[in-house]
């Protein structure tokens, strides 16, 4: 695949350059965490981003309690820094004023860099003890300081996005990370279009609904981790019924262009419409390539509504 396949796109008004597709880190969390790798691989995998352009790298100080920043970290050392935009996450316990700035450093030793190029705001806080006022300051403070180049947020709903706009005066933010993928679409109601309206822009994570949007798993065939028993969309049966359904159609789709379920799956957040930036998570280097292979290529308008069609057939339940 050649470079020119992937396009970039600038991250809010004022943010970085990223590949319109990019690599989710969290894979490297190592096995506690439930997500055991192999190192070489996932160098494989960051190694394979650089070279078809992918730039854009997303991990977080709790993968693996620093374990998966590290692991980027060296692989920003192999594969040089400047060829990658970094973006990490602060953890949601470290949302006060100086607790942000210690983690920040903290993220920032870990991945050996001398900033961070997005960071953001994991999940508002849970317990709404921490007001939002002292966590975004916390975070204009580091973007002043040069140790971050752009803020973000994750999982920020409509209203918490409205205040935290509201108490930033000298940075915007620039993203916002949601769950988004055919399956999972509860963003398109309200707050896709409040951070289109805003100028925010959507990373959408888990974008193939942890694997299932892959076409390897049935019903009969599960992952064989803690997906199996601890994913809705993996563990509840009617799920899975539906996840094969969709798969069906995707994979006739897939096979007629010379793709695969994956990259079908990826190009629909692409560029079916809704412009996202997807952050697969690879775990090694031939996921990675076929994850990129997801751009660069448009599905046929009837396509698209063979696909819209049977996902407004579709809907996830979920643990009760
Ligand atoms: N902000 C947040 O709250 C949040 C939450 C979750 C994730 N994230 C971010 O989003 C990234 C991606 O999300 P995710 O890992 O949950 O879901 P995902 O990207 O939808 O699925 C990733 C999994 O799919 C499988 N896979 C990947 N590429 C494949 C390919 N080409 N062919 C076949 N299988 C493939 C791999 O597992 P197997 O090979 O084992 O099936 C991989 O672990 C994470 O790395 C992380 O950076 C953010």
Same mark, same amino acid.
């Given at each position: 695949?050649?470079?020119?396949? +992937?396009?970039?796109?600038?991250?809010?008004?004022?943010?970085?350059? $990223?590949?319109? &597709?990019?690599?989710?880190?969290?894979?490297?969390?190592?096995?506690?965490?439930?997500?055991?790798?192999?190192?070489?691989?996932?160098?494989?995998? *960051?190694?394979?981003?650089?070279?078809?352009?992918?730039?854009?790298?997303?991990?977080?100080?709790?993968?693996?309690?620093?374990?998966?920043?590290?692991? $980027?970290?060296?692989?920003?050392? !192999?594969?040089?820094?400047?060829?990658?935009?970094?973006?990490? !996450?602060?953890?949601?316990?470290?949302?006060?004023?100086?607790?942000?700035?210690?983690? #920040?450093?903290?993220?920032?030793? =870990?991945?050996?860099?001398?900033?961070?190029?997005?960071?953001?705001?994991?999940?508002?806080?849970?317990?709404?003890?921490?007001?939002?006022?002292?966590?975004?300051?916390?975070?204009?403070?580091?973007?002043?300081?040069?140790?971050?180049?752009?803020?973000? $947020?994750?999982?920020?709903? $409509?209203?918490?996005?409205?205040?935290?706009?509201? *108490?930033?005066?000298?940075?915007?933010?620039?993203?916002?990370?949601? =769950?988004?993928?055919? +399956?999972? =679409?509860?963003?398109?109601?309200?707050?896709?279009?409040? #951070?289109?309206?805003? /100028? &925010?822009?959507?990373?959408?994570? /888990?974008?193939?609904?942890?694997?299932? +949007?892959?076409?390897?798993?049935?019903?009969?065939?599960?992952?064989?981790?803690?997906?199996?028993?601890? /994913?809705?969309?993996?563990?509840?049966?009617?799920?899975?019924?539906?996840?094969?359904?969709?798969? !069906?159609? *995707?994979?006739? &789709?897939?096979?007629?262009?010379?793709?695969?379920?994956?990259?079908?799956?990826?190009?629909?957040?692409?560029?079916?419409?809704?412009?996202? &930036?997807?952050?697969?998570?690879?775990?090694?280097?031939?996921?990675? =390539?076929?994850?990129?292979?997801?751009?660069?290529?448009?599905?046929?308008?009837?396509?698209?509504?063979? *696909?819209?069609?049977?996902?407004?057939?579709?809907?996830?339940?979920?643990?009760?």
């Amino acid at each position: 695949m050649s470079i020119r396949q +992937l396009e970039y796109v600038k991250l809010g008004k004022t943010g970085p350059m $990223v590949s319109q &597709i990019g690599i989710g880190a969290m894979q490297a969390s190592g096995a506690q965490a439930g997500w055991p790798y192999v190192e070489e691989e996932i160098f494989d995998a *960051i190694g394979v981003s650089k070279e078809v352009g992918v730039n854009f790298i997303d991990t977080a100080e709790e993968y693996g309690q620093g374990e998966s920043e590290r692991v $980027v970290g060296k692989a920003l050392k !192999k594969f040089g820094r400047e060829n990658f935009i970094v973006a990490s !996450k602060v953890y949601g316990q470290h949302l006060r004023y100086d607790e942000l700035q210690k983690a #920040c450093n903290a993220s920032i030793e =870990r991945l050996g860099v001398r900033e961070i190029d997005l960071y953001q705001v994991h999940w508002p806080d849970p317990w709404e003890q921490i007001p939002l006022k002292y966590t975004m300051k916390s975070l204009e403070k580091l973007y002043r300081d040069g140790k971050i180049r752009a803020i973000g $947020v994750s999982n920020f709903a $409509v209203r918490d996005l409205e205040e935290a706009l509201t *108490i930033l005066s000298k940075a915007e933010i620039v993203s916002n990370q949601l =769950r988004y993928n055919m +399956l999972q =679409r509860e963003i398109e109601e309200e707050v896709m279009p409040f #951070c289109r309206k805003n /100028s &925010i822009s959507i990373i959408a994570w /888990s974008p193939m609904a942890q694997g299932a +949007l892959t076409g390897k798993y049935t019903l009969g065939k599960l992952p064989g981790d803690y997906r199996a028993t601890k /994913s809705s969309i993996f563990s509840l049966p009617e799920n899975m019924a539906q996840v094969e359904r969709v798969n !069906k159609i *995707i994979k006739e &789709i897939a096979t007629y262009h010379g793709k695969t379920v994956s990259q079908v799956a990826l190009n629909w957040l692409v560029y079916a419409g809704s412009d996202v &930036i997807p952050i697969p998570g690879a775990k090694n280097g031939v996921q990675a =390539r076929e994850n990129a292979g997801a751009s660069g290529w448009k599905m046929e308008e009837q396509e698209v509504s063979r *696909i819209s069609k049977v996902l407004a057939e579709t809907k996830i339940s979920y643990f009760p």
